[in-house]
């Protein structure tokens, strides 16, 4: 009996130890692809800064032609009746929660949205009255999606959305894991999620524009130096490395 008991715990013993290695396995798993998500996310918000800044770019090129020979004052005017009239186009739309109720209640509505600038809706046609509506990529290139859209592999040119969206998996992995890093990673990916119209806003005040072709080659002479410079760390790192590897051997 002795034995037999001895036995039963060694056998315990090991399972439980090949539990905890999987489980330990597993949450890393996890942990790298939030990491991968974090990264897309920001790569989102790179994308959404560069369309920003074309979309604007646009808005000037097109009306300093079209006032070339008016005032200041006429200028500033219209700049801010094309600016207020199209800004929805470059805003990103809102993280689907996968929950209808909640989605169909903040869905955009297109009713009432440009009262006060019926001049400038009457000078636009259904089409582009829609396309103002809703987010549109003025960059020239391919759009990167968000998260819903690369989680269910839909074009981003698509407005249709299908199936389940990320939130609901990233909260059923949340309340599923013990790990307290993986925890803050999927936090911080959600709320990265649907804060990402607040977060737009705080890198574009953090944006400065040079306008000046000698400030624009001063920084990027800038540019080239640091990116020389860091290649140049990370070459002096894996020779490091392989310093520290050689003499261990």
């Not at 330990?24 to 918000?45: D, F, G, P, T």
Request: hydrophobic content about 40%; glycine content about 6%.
């Amino acid at each position: 009996m002795k034995g037999l008991l001895s036995l039963i715990y060694h056998v315990d013993g090991a399972a439980k130890e090949k539990i905890s290695e999987n489980h330990e396995v597993e949450s890393k798993i996890k942990e790298y692809i939030s990491e991968i998500l974090l990264l897309m996310i920001s790569q989102r918000q790179d994308f959404l800064i560069q369309n920003f800044l074309c979309w604007f770019d646009d808005i000037l090129i097109k009306e300093g032609k079209r006032l070339f020979s008016s005032n200041i004052f006429e200028v500033n005017e219209s700049l801010m009746m094309s600016i207020n009239s199209q800004s929805l186009g470059v805003i990103p739309p809102i993280t689907k929660t996968g929950i209808a109720e909640v989605d169909e209640k903040y869905a955009p509505k297109n009713t009432g949205v440009f009262e006060g600038v019926k001049t400038f809706m009457k000078s636009v046609g259904k089409k582009k009255m829609a396309k103002i509506l809703s987010f549109t990529n003025f960059t020239g290139s391919e759009e990167f999606p968000d998260l819903d859209r690369l989680a269910q592999d839909i074009n981003p040119g698509s407005s249709k959305q299908r199936g389940m969206e990320i939130l609901p998996s990233l909260l059923v992995t949340f309340l599923n894991t013990d790990d307290t890093k993986l925890e803050h990673s999927l936090l911080d990916i959600i709320m990265r999620c649907f804060s990402q119209r607040e977060e737009l806003g705080g890198f574009l005040k953090d944006i400065d524009v040079l306008f000046d072709n000698e400030d624009i080659a001063v920084y990027s002479k800038m540019k080239t130096q640091v990116e020389d410079v860091r290649f140049l760390v990370e070459r002096s790192e894996v020779a490091l490395l392989l310093t520290d590897r050689s003499a261990n051997l």
